[in-house]
């Protein structure tokens, strides 16, 4: 189980990290909220796969494909969830 570092040992500074995940949120489409939501107990392997995937696409246009399409999932699941609220 992964805990949180307790505040003061963190090496990157509260603005710093608010200021990654607010231009994260944005290439996404979604709210930041999105973040810190519950994810599903047996992700490791997939963040670790989706990572090295990431990682081997070169080209700009794949990965602003790969953006787009994550934008579209978000999209779909907001509708779904809360009814387009935060997205």
Known sequence: MDMATPKGLDSEPDTFKSA???????????????????????????????????????????????????REVLRSEAQKRYGGVGM
């Open 20 to 70: 990654t995940l607010a231009r994260l949120a944005k290439a996404l489409g979604c709210s930041q909220d999105r973040f810190s939501e519950e994810a599903p107990a047996a992700t490791a392997k997939d963040t670790s796969q989706l990572i090295q995937m990431w990682l081997a696409i070169k080209a700009p246009e794949g990965r602003e494909a790969v953006f787009a399409f994550v």
